[in-house]
């Protein structure tokens, strides 16, 4: 749980702008690079055994997909970097993972930074992943963090020849990645809906310490999930309003669409977001009408009893002189009383509604 | 209660952008088509069987309301779609029930997207439902969730020959069917309103655990309204701001009255949620008071009578010298120190204002 | 206290946008309509007997202001309308008394939508009348929903021939009447000032249940006085922004004091707000600061004599062999033990500050 | 206390606008005019026995500063108007001392309502006194509520030659009154400052219903500071943007300096709020701790001799056959039955920390 | 603890605008001049004894960096600003260190001022101290507080020779310092975070008031942490937007990273204000939990005995006529009585989950 929050910061202060350098969760898997390369009618996909594999589709006239699985090898970065002429500060970005989602307009390409949300069933908690997506002059490089990704749907739209996909030039594919990573946040959203839902019945029903505790977690990652997403809206935005030379007219009406959708993610947090902070407010107070009730019945039972025993403590009394001891209708007389009293208070109490 | 989140949450991520999927709960009712053309002084009305029997209608002059009620035969939204020369990412949402409101001019067409609220007395729940409105040149087609709609008053209106409707064209019948939407809210925030103030009544006079859950219930009604309601100021803010060449300079001045709407419901629901706010301050506070006089009470009763009991143990206890036990006079005398002991309690209680 | 709510709710949903619909609490009242026209050296000032008399105005040179009490009778507001040419929009808002204040240019007039505060003695709360004024060419038609208004102020200036308002055209006679409307909140403002200073002292010096429910009724109130002020900045800053044909430039300097006004209405408001928010946390701090002094004391008492009674009944006990129920000196001792206990009690909460 | 809020509210409903009336509370102290006349090399300084000595200045080269003490004598403000041909609507505002602050501009004149704040030691608060400043050309009018003003440093720079404001134009005089008004707000925030940090260690310390009350009361301080302070960013702020003929270029560098001094006015106030919001959090939590702990010190006490009183309770009864009564070692048993009951109870509060 | 606000307050009213006063904790360590000179080719770098050493690289052509910690001896600020022509304001500025951080742009020079942080290990706390940049035609001149800083990486760069820094001009460098304080935020930040954790941990496991008080003091550092960076924000926004002479084409792309920086910074301390404030409500239920625990455990204690009591104290009546006490059955019997009521209540605190 604590990790999540150190992790957001930067380690590398001291060093000079523009170095690359790895900033994350050490990962010794190693470095994976996919390449689909494909035109119209002709597709070619394999996976690269070293970054100079991929060279040469930087001059070749097709639409290329290269996805990089794993950001700690940085001299891989470095090398695509120099290769396809891309920005230092860019690099330095994609290697460092505590990069917030943003996008960044370069003399040669179009730079962005996402973050891709999925459920760790490990550790049963929710985890960010960066994904820097560069769109260059006829390609389109992807970087991750670890393998395994949520890219497999336009994957398939690629292999299987989709008018759309393969007719549309680079900027289609970036769309289409990003497209895949807000369309994941859904699920993610449905999975905390339904947990919410949970949480609610139980603060109705059966609210205890251990409700408060899955509140509190809930609301952390809520805060933690809206500091990913939130910038999103703002990158898309930006890719609306300024015209680049990176992104064709026939696109921008899909990323109206994308932007929508970004709004409905935001809004739903925000939604979960108010409903979490009224479920405290539920929850703090049927906890306390439950005590108070507890308080109340129990506070009751020792009021009956504690006028009545003052008076059999009256008759506990050891004086020579009490005429009333020795009277033979006295004892029952004062059951008769106690009763009485008891009755009395009972009544009072009821009248007040307090029982 | 709880269906209405998850219901909020898209469920269509990996396919490609522009499929269109229904994505709602499973309605198996068929599919109604009902059309009314008109034109200043011609009324044609009828139910088609098939959605064939609509296509004459895109070239003839006349004006032509295409009311569709049921979105989940996928196949009839294609095939309008493709008649009527429709923007895919626009058919996506019409058969995606979770879109927010939202307007969308497309080259031939203007798309709205809205949401219509009604009181469901089934589940005695406020229920949305998601209305999509297509104003294209010459005709206005309407897709709505389920059968039984709140047109009724626009129909009459066009059937009755009423001037203004009948002269316009098409833009003027979409604006009163958005009209007709909105003007739907007030009855529902009416039925709020009342709601609101049985429960404001219930606070002040006898609040109880119930009454809680009302509160936090009527709130998360707001909360999901609210999402329903706020997009569609900017909705109309847009139509109103932006030159459309779907909407004639006529219509403009009633599109500001309908800005001017709106923004009363928005008003109005906020004004509401102020006042549960408040209500639920109200609310606990009361309960608080409440509960802190029960327990002062009792533990004054409590605070009275245990001293008295000390008192009386002591002459219980068996002591072979205890002057005061043969001394004829004492016994009484003892009562009426515990008289003026109980006394000056009760005065010092009042004096302090604790009684 | 509940009529205020529903009432700003709408119930005309269905008809056509322009229909002419009264919507109010229905007034029996006779509609008063009252005429002044004056040029710089005339002045003719009467009540009309019917709607017609005042037609003759529209075309005469000089200023006429034509006040209508009363907007029950729509035939008389749809003359009106007919006559002086009125939009159809403006006419149905003049008739509904639920409108949110707003500014509205027309091909041939300003409208203008204010509401009107004032006390109600009768019912002991405060009351908003709506007030429509139209500012046409060489006319001033206002409309009001009961009798009585606030204008007196004007009508003198008028008669007196002051100068400024005689030599002026309409569009500083409007400005009048709606700086009589501003003016008049400051008294309002004053009335709930002098209430705030009450409960304050309330608050500080006997807070009980009554003093919660005037807070929250204050705070009720404030919130419905803030919707009938907060939109009428918005209405006077456009005013102020917007070059209007309707205003001339020498009035302009007026309506920015206005703004300037209006502005300070609003800041009086929100501090007040944040003055009973502050209130209410002292009000709750202070009643359980109360409650738990009383519980502590009560706690106390019983406290000490608890262990008091034990020890007594101790020596209650019956048992054959207690060798120190024979001893003399041992009940005094017992009486200077518990007297020593007790002593050391209170010492040690005196200590620890708890009494 | 009360004075305060009432007195920011108008009393003048009714009137004319640019009605001269005098709105404050009444000063019958004798208006007093100072005058400083300067030129590079010359300086005249001397009090007007009568409002005409001044008249002449309006025509002269030089710089004046004509510095009037008094606002409640409307005649002499009459005159002056009317000599130097101000507005009307500025001479309204420069009688009623509720304005806020703000800058306005007219023809002939540039005008700045202020707030100077002071701490008066008689009644042991927080003041403000409206100060109107006239910036004309060829002299600056400055308007105070009272006699004592915060200027002593600007005229001893005039006197003592300093090079920069002798050399300077009017516009420059006027931005160190505004200055000399600003840099006072720094005294008062110290003040403030040491309020709140002497309460936060009685918060912390001794928290008591005295700290609360003077949490509300610097809260209470605060807010109504606010008021005054808030807007002088605003007026400053046009100043910087907007150009004006009454302010030359040269000055313009040092309003920008004037700009930053307000904006760290504003949010030291800011953390000054939110500290005290925090202080009230935390002294919430302290009472409610400490009082805690003294209710469960007390219950442990009652719970351990509650159960004890019960044994030796049954030990008290007077049945005949009763065995345990004659048996010899019983009732040393019973006594160290009860220590172990005791301190088995002891152990397992200790156990459960609750001691 | 409450020397950091007094501090953030201005004690030079009064004195004329541009005076250069020393406002901060005497410092009385000597001023420290520190020169770095280069070119692409050759680097210089030595410490001045006295401030007329430094006069000659005001010509020079080559880029200078003088580093001046220490701004207590005006005397030294007021020469340099002589030499070097900067504006009287801006000297004010820099021995002023309550400055909020700003941009500003002079004719000969543009000025930073910002705070740097550090953890201060002998007070254990979070100081600031602050920055002044200024950078001119082929200077840089930093002015610090205290002597030590963060600028050795920075210094490394230059010395190594490396290419960026030694090939670029003045604005790159007064870049570089600002980026290494901006970097430095990150450590702090980083430093917060692992606290917060810490106290995270504590607020689940182990509540005390000492918890309370940690998390008061880190909201209160907090608060003075955001009133130093979230004005940078501004700062290097404004840099951004407006072209100014002093930075040039190459070096506004670094500053974008710069702005990406900051807004990180901001958000993270966001993110743990948002966090501090879920763990007050944490706590406070915990707490109140807790607390909540003990008092219904003792109180069904003495609810168990306190009829029981009452029951023994009957039979503790010394009437002459109780059948029961002749009775040899009657005690055993009142045993079982006693502890069937026991049960019965214990059964039904279970069936109540009151245990």
Chains 1, 2, 3, 4, 5 share one sequence.
């Not at 989602?101 to 962005?112: G, R, V, Y």
């Not at 059966?206 to 933690?224: A, C, N, Q």
């Not at 930006?238 to 899909?254: G, V």
């Not at 008891?342 to 009544?347: Q, R």
Request: glycine share 6%.
């Amino acid at each position: 749980m604590t990790s999540k929050i150190i992790n957001k910061i930067d380690k590398k202060s001291g060093k000079a702008p523009g170095t690359v350098t790895y900033i994350g969760k050490n990962n010794l898997t190693k470095v994976s690079i996919d390449v689909i390369d494909f035109t119209k009618n002709s597709i070619e996909e394999f996976s690269a055994k070293n970054v100079e594999e991929i060279f040469r589709f930087k001059e070749k006239k097709s639409s290329t997909w290269i996805n990089i699985s794993g950001v700690h090898d940085t001299e891989i970065i470095k090398k695509i970097g120099a290769h396809f002429g891309l920005h230092p500060l860019l690099l330095e970005d994609v290697a460092d993972t505590n990069q917030r989602p943003k996008i960044e307009e370069f003399k040669n390409e179009l730079f962005f930074v996402l973050k891709m949300i999925y459920f760790d069933k490990k550790i049963n908690e929710i985890r960010t992943e960066q994904v820097s997506i560069i769109l260059g002059k006829g390609f389109v490089i992807s970087f991750l963090e670890d393998p395994g990704d949520i890219f497999d749907g336009v994957r398939e739209r690629i292999r299987k020849g989709k008018v759309k996909i393969r007719n549309s030039e680079c900027d289609y594919l970036a769309y289409s990645l990003i497209d895949a990573i807000i369309d994941n946040y859904f699920i993610i959203l449905e999975g905390i809906g339904e947990k919410i839902e949970q949480i609610e019945d139980e603060v109705i029903k059966t609210p205890g310490p251990e409700t408060l505790k899955d509140v509190y977690s809930l609301k952390r990652e809520l805060i933690l999930l809206r500091k990913s997403v939130w910038p999103i809206r703002e990158v898309i935005g930006t890719m609306l309003r300024e015209d680049s030379k990176f992104i064709k007219k026939e696109t921008r009406e899909y990323l109206r669409d994308l932007h929508d959708h970004t709004i409905r993610v935001i809004e739903t947090l925000e939604t979960f977001r108010d409903m979490l902070s009224g479920m405290l407010d539920l929850y703090t107070s049927n906890v306390s009408n439950k005590m108070n009730e507890v308080m109340k019945v129990l506070t009751i039972i020792s009021t009956l009893f504690i006028p009545l025993t003052f008076i059999v403590g009256v008759y506990g009394m050891n004086f020579e002189h009490m005429p009333e001891l020795s009277l033979t209708w006295f004892y029952p007389s004062l059951w008769v009383l106690m009763i009485i009293i008891s009755l009395g208070m009972l009544l009072y109490f009821k009248k007040k509604k307090w029982i």
